[in-house]
C-alpha cells in the first residue's frame, strides 16, 4: 500500500513538471519567425527612406552645377561692343594724312633748298611746282572732310573755308606789293600762297579729320 502511495506522488509530480513546461512555451519568449520578418521588413522600409531623403543623387548634382554654371556665365558674359572698326579707319586716315603732309613738307623744303640756279625765273619755276603740291592736297583733304563730317559741320567748315582762301590771297597779295613793279612781286605772292596753304593742310586734318 504504501508503495503505491509513493508511485502516485511520483506521477503526480512528473506531470506538475510536464504542465508547468507547457506553460512556458517559447510563443511566449520569442517572435516567430514570420514576426521577425514582418519587424526586418520594416525596418528596411524605414531605412531606405531615410537614405532617399539624406543623400541626393548625383544626376542632381550634375544638373545643379550645370545650371549654376550657366547662370554665372551668363552674368559673366561681355556686353556687346561697339564695333570699332568705322572709328579705327577714321583714326587710320588721320594718321595717314599726317604722314603724308609731313613727307610733302620735306619734298618741298628741299625743292626749295635745291633750286636749279639762283635766278628768279628758276625760283619761280620752284614755287610753281610747290604751289601744285599743296593746293592738290588742300583740295583732296578738304573732299575727305567732306565724307566725314555732318552735314552741319560741313557746312560752317565750307564758310570758314571761303573766308580763309579771302585772307590767304589778301595776305599774299600785301606781301607782294613791297616788290610792286619789280621781278619778286609775283614770287613772293606765290612764296606767301604756298606757306599759307602748307599750314591750312595741316590745320585741317589735325582739328577736323577724324
Known amino acids: 500500500m504504501k508503495h ?4 502516485l506522488i511520483g506521477m503526480l509530480s512528473i506531470l506538475l513538471e510536464l504542465v ?6 517559447p510563443e511566449e519568449t520569442t517572435n516567430s519567425p514570420s ?11 524605414e531605412e531606405s527612406v531615410d537614405t532617399a531623403v539624406e543623400v541626393p543623387s548625383k544626376d542632381s548634382d550634375s ?21 570699332p572698326s568705322a572709328t579705327n579707319t577714321e583714326t587710320s586716315l588721320k594718321e595717314e594724312y599726317l604722314k603724308k ?4 613738307k ?3 623744303d628741299e625743292m626749295r633748298n635745291n633750286p636749279a640756279d639762283d635766278s628768279t625765273y628758276a625760283l619761280k619755276a620752284v614755287e610753281g611746282e610747290i604751289y601744285e603740291v599743296w593746293d592738290g592736297l588742300l583740295n583732296e583733304i578738304y573732299g575727305v572732310l567732306k565724307q566725314q563730317l555732318p552735314s552741319e559741320e560741313m557746312n560752317k567748315l565750307r564758310d570758314a573755308q571761303r573766308k580763309w582762301i579771302d585772307y590767304r590771297d589778301k595776305t599774299a597779295l600785301e606781301a607782294s606789293l613791297k616788290y610792286k613793279g619789280g621781278t619778286m612781286e609775283h614770287l613772293e605772292y606765290t612764296v606767301v600762297l604756298n606757306n599759307l596753304t602748307e599750314e591750312r593742310c595741316f590745320e585741317l586734318v589735325e582739328h577736323y579729320m577724324k
Not at 508547468?20 to 512555451?25: I, K, M, P, Q, R
Not at 603732309?101 to 610733302?104: K, W
Open 101 to 104: 603732309l609731313n613727307e610733302a
Open 63 to 83: 544638373n545643379n552645377s550645370t545650371s549654376n554654371d550657366t547662370k554665372d556665365t551668363s552674368k559673366n558674359s561681355p556686353a556687346e561692343q561697339e564695333d
Open 35 to 45: 514576426e521577425n520578418q514582418d519587424q526586418n521588413d520594416r525596418v528596411t522600409q
Open 4 to 7: 503505491k502511495h509513493k508511485l
Open 106 to 108: 620735306k619734298e618741298t
Open 20 to 25: 508547468a513546461a507547457c506553460g512556458n512555451s
